[in-house]
């Protein structure tokens, strides 16, 4: 396979799509990893097996609708395997495994079959204390938008998952990309005062738009950045009740269609009203009580 991922929403042409089979019990508090299956958990919310089953089904049913070719990893018994995103991810024609958090190495395992078709010399293994995970990075043609946390505290967050050795191995191996780190917010509990990974406060779209969620940076001028870059007139701004609901977290099956919840009806009419797209709208409430959406279920590699 040539794989070949130059941005977020070039016309897609093959995809790994999580597995929802076989994901054992409820996590317990001290089980789960990121803020939003805290809270779903502490409330007694955690999602049905079979109602993620129907959602990704529903995701797989769109995706082959545009004839993309679907991939799957192998199942694990009772394994979370939703979010393909994190476990490794395309630039360019490379392939860079991630270094997930212990709670998921053995995720690692089930995609062989789809390291396998990947010649060895594009796949590149990061040394084990350079942690990164999909989520984190958005390709934008010569941009590369990396999210992190820097702060001294950076051990003590489950959330936090991009450290600055990772971004450092990455502008070597990637040395005529403009690499964009932005610091997230990290909150292991609270799932309105921090943000899991980058895609779900800023998300590239179309040829030249994004959705954007402007407290999800540390700093000001991050997301002030991302404006001067991408236009005013040309970013969707997401509210704390939507980024809580994770409306930045769609996915591109080509610069003029998106897949996105059909729950987010005022981003939903925008973008087909506004910016003229085509949404391809799916339930997909019960995934996003696990802390990711669309695009974190998905593990491109070739688009246009």
């Given at each position: 396979m040539k794989l070949n991922i130059k941005?977020?929403?070039g016309r897609l042409r093959s995809v790994v799509l999580g597995q929802p089979n076989s994901m054992g019990g409820v996590p317990t508090l001290e089980e789960s990893y990121d803020a939003k299956s805290y809270y779903t958990i502490e409330h007694n919310m955690y999602p049905k097996e079979a109602d993620i089953?129907?959602?990704m089904n529903a995701f797989e049913a769109v995706l082959k609708?545009?004839?993309v070719e679907v991939l799957r990893p192998d199942i694990i018994e009772d394994y979370n395997q939703v979010f393909a995103r994190d476990v490794?991810?395309?630039i360019d024609d490379k392939m860079i495994i991630s270094n997930v958090i212990a709670d998921r190495a053995d995720e690692q395992e089930a995609y062989k079959t789809v390291y396998e078709k990947v010649a060895w010399r594009?796949?590149?293994n990061l040394p084990e204390t350079a942690h990164i995970e999909g989520g984190d990075v958005i390709v934008w043609n010569d941009f590369l938008f990396i999210g992190t946390c820097f702060s001294e505290d950076y051990r003590n967050y489950k959330t936090a998952r991009t450290n600055e050795y990772a971004i450092?191995?990455?502008?070597e191996y990637f040395p005529k990309k403009r690499i964009i780190d932005l610091e997230l917010k990290k909150n292991d509990k609270i799932p309105y005062e921090g943000i899991l990974h980058l895609d779900c406060t800023f998300n590239p779209i179309g040829k030249d738009k994004c959705i954007i969620y402007k407290d999800g940076f540390v700093d000001e001028s991050d997301y002030n950045l991302i404006i001067d870059i991408f236009g005013e007139e040309n970013c969707f701004h997401v509210t704390d009740e939507?980024?809580?609901?994770m409306f930045p977290n769609i996915f591109s099956i080509s610069p003029e269609v998106v897949v996105s919840d059909k729950a987010f009806t005022r981003m939903n009419n925008h973008l087909r009203d506004i910016w003229g797209m085509t949404v391809e709208e799916i339930p997909y409430r019960e995934i996003s009580k696990m802390g990711g959406l669309l695009r974190c279920s998905t593990m491109p590699l070739v688009r246009d």
């Open positions: 941005n977020e929403t089953v129907n959602e609708k545009y004839d490794a991810f395309v594009k796949i590149i450092e191995i990455l502008k939507e980024m809580f609901e």
